[in-house]
């Protein structure tokens, strides 16, 4: 009588390993069974020789044996930097909730389909999934994914080869590169068209109007202007946005001959934020206004640093303070102290949960785009204007791809939706 | 060349990072990560910058006797409160253990002091509740509507007043229904708003369009 | 007279406030705390777990939005002990895994787990504090071992029992990210979530909330805790109530506070402006 391999792997100490496909068979761990491997092996060899081959041994639950997972497929991660392969399998028959006994699952590897397996990780009862992240790209590995019962395991036929290997392109971000091209063109393409003299129109904002009169207020009352740029760091296009909108407050404010006052909480703001006051004072004629101490740092610390400007708003009591970068909790500390002290207050923030704290303290609140569009509108510049209206196309082709979605979606033509997964 | 150097570092960079974004190929892979690294090395040492520049302004305070000079002195005095007997005594690199005197100071003078302010909230929450919420117009009367609904949806005494109404429309259920779509639909415009402005931002950084946070027009 | 009341002194809103929130902790007073939908994913989620489930607990905060998050830290952790989870704990704020350090405590101290306190590298692992914000979980979502070679207590990550078999999100059950801002719960959204698939609940503080309501919507989130209000339905659910339910009444009381400020506010408004 021929053997023949009918589905199932087993291993006794990891000395024997024969595959029976469609039988299910399981090992005691810490049996004693284990001490009898090569014996035991021998015997259960000679039974299977002797069944017929369609034969498969039923799972028996006496026994204790959990039934091994099914259709364990190995494969490369797409899309990554290599050394990655996901291991998938359906779940084993026993791995229910209310079976206590089920521990889990214990993934083998190999470089040959059949000896050699050690296992490289686990998964817990209810997972059908295990990334190897410790693979060699180029070589091919067999898995076997292992059920776990009480002190007993039930093991799969070796799934595999595969192999991992590195991708040039990540095909799962075709999408986000179509929407950066398309954003990117249009907006190179109104700075060309602004470059070129075509008369941009830009929409009024009141917060931005007021800066003057701000300004101008705490001229005409002889005292200081705040100006905070939030509590983030330089890599933080928000603080960037707030450092550029300051160099065209302190233009005014070296005009008007207006003492300013910028404290920090962060070292590079404080750097970058003197860089441009200074230079905004030398191009408005005035170097001589210029101090270092204009610009001072007071704490990285969250709260020290809004303590700090509450004291300082409470013993200088400023005409005007702006609040322009990003913020959080400290939001509405600093703006209701300004308010208590009779500021004119202009904030500008991309923080969506600090915006409702600034709109209920503040005279004007910039809403979040506008935080990063009050260069271009303080300037005028053609080619900042020109980015402006390139962001509005990017806006109308979100408006459209919403509409459009939403009809689809609602239709069930398509699963619209799937065409916006970024992996 | 004081401001195109910069403008070069941006621009390579910032190509660094979306080429790194589609490209999982080694070396972009890593790109990333490497300088992420040395921005956070650059923030660190940084830190000293300012300390150093805080103990200048205060101690400058101080020897001009300028106004307000004492708050000054309080300012150096918790500065090396902190500082030495973290650097000092508190067991060098573990200073962070639990029973050193930087976490003594830790737990008993910066968590109540962080707390204090941040429990200062509930009282600006207060007045500036008080006096932003006016019906002056049929969109401020829709904001205070909202925001009597959410506070007392928000709290359990809010569906203790409104038992009498069928259910799915009692305070707690109104204030779920504001926060899950109203609320919901605006922060979503919002945030596509805020993203595109960081994106047309950051590519005006890129392309050296911007270049006024270098000081320059 | 109504005049004066539009421009009350804002210190006497302050002393009804403290009033409001001080009175009631010396009341005991029971209330019905009703939980929304977007809590009962957490629990549900949780729910669904098996012993021997892994759950990362991400402390994204600091002491003081503890009397928030805090609470729901704990109601969590007493859940996942109790019903066998793993729970692995990482901070991506530097003070956060002291917050998860001191929630360890509170549930060691709990009548509850006497005879059986969780058991450090049994039931749980802390693994500390690791700068990088977002870059942290994207390196978690290739290693574990790499992003945290060490323990919160200096041990090397390989050589804890609770460690074996972990190397990436693909072995955690089901994250609970507490956040305060940055870094915090759009992060993990973002990383853990967008593109390691992983499972994501967040509690938040009442602040913060609002902003990752879209997520819930979008199936990115398996459920969101928001505030004192989200802690206090947490505890109900999992049936260990602390602070979070004790400080409703105080919540409830400076709520009402404000309201009636907002109405006297209006009526003076209309008043004075019919004059």
Known sequence: MRFQPIGKTLTCNGIARFTFKGIGLGIARDSSIIRFAPVLSFLILAIFQIIPSQAAIPEDPAFGYPAPPANVVAKDIPNDAGKSIIINWDLSPDDIKENKKFIGYEILRSTSSDTGFVIIGSATAGSSQLSDNETVDGVFYYYIVRAVMGSMFSESPPAGPAASSQQWFHLGRINTLIALLVISISIVWYIERAKKGEKLFIRKIAGLEAVDEAVGRATEMGKKIFYVPGTQDMDNVQTIAGVTILGRVARLTAQYETPLEVPVSRSLVMVTAREVVKEAYLNSGRPDAYSDSMVYYLTDDQFGYAAGIEGLFVREKPATVFYMGAFYAESLILAETGNSVGAIQIAGTAMPAQLPFFIAACDYTLIGEELFAASAYLSKEPKLLGSLKGQDFGKLCILLAIMLGVIIQTSGLYDFTKLFIVR | ?217 | MFDKLLKIDRRIIFIFVALALIVPMFLTITQHISVSPEVQIIYDTLKGLQPGSKVLMAFDYDPPSAPELQPMAVAILKYCFKNNLKVYIIGLWPQGPMQANMAIDNVISDPTFKDNPPIYDKDYVNLGFMSGNELVIQGMGSSFLHTFPRDYLGKPTHQLEMMKGVNNFSNIDFIVNLSAGYPGTVEWVLFAVDRFHAKLAAGNTAVQAPQVYPYVHAGQLSGLAGGLKGAAELEKLVGFYGKGTKFMLSQSFAHMIVIVFIIVGNAAYFITRKK
């Open chain 2, 1 to 217: 060349m004081r401001r195109e150097i910069p403008l070069i570092i941006t621009a390579i960079v910032g190509f660094t990072y979306i080429i790194q974004f589609f490209v999982p190929h080694w070396p972009f892979n890593i790109l990333e990560g490497l300088l992420t690294s040395w921005m956070l090395i650059i923030f660190a040492f940084a830190i000293w910058l300012g300390a150093l520049n805080l103990l200048k302004v205060s101690l400058d305070k101080i020897s001009k006797r300028s106004r307000d000079w004492p708050y000054a002195i309080i300012t150096i005095a918790g500065f090396l409160m902190i500082a030495i007997p973290g650097f000092l005594f508190s067991g060098g690199r573990r200073f962070q253990d639990p029973g050193t005197a930087f976490d003594y100071i830790y737990q008993n003078v910066y968590s109540p002091l962080s707390s204090t302010m941040f429990a200062m909230l509930a009282f600006y929450v207060a007045s500036a509740s008080y006096r932003a919420f006016r019906a002056r117009t049929k969109e401020a009367t829709l904001l205070l509507l909202a925001a009597f609904f959410v506070m007392l949806g928000r709290v359990p005494i809010g569906d203790v007043l409104s038992s009498f109404l069928p259910e799915g429309y009692r305070m707690s259920q109104m204030a779920d229904w504001i926060m899950n779509y109203p609320q919901t639909a605006g922060q979503r415009a919002i945030m596509i708003g805020i993203a595109l402005g960081i994106v047309s931002t950051s590519l005006r950084l890129i392309l050296g369009i911007e270049r006024s946070h270098l000081g320059g027009e």
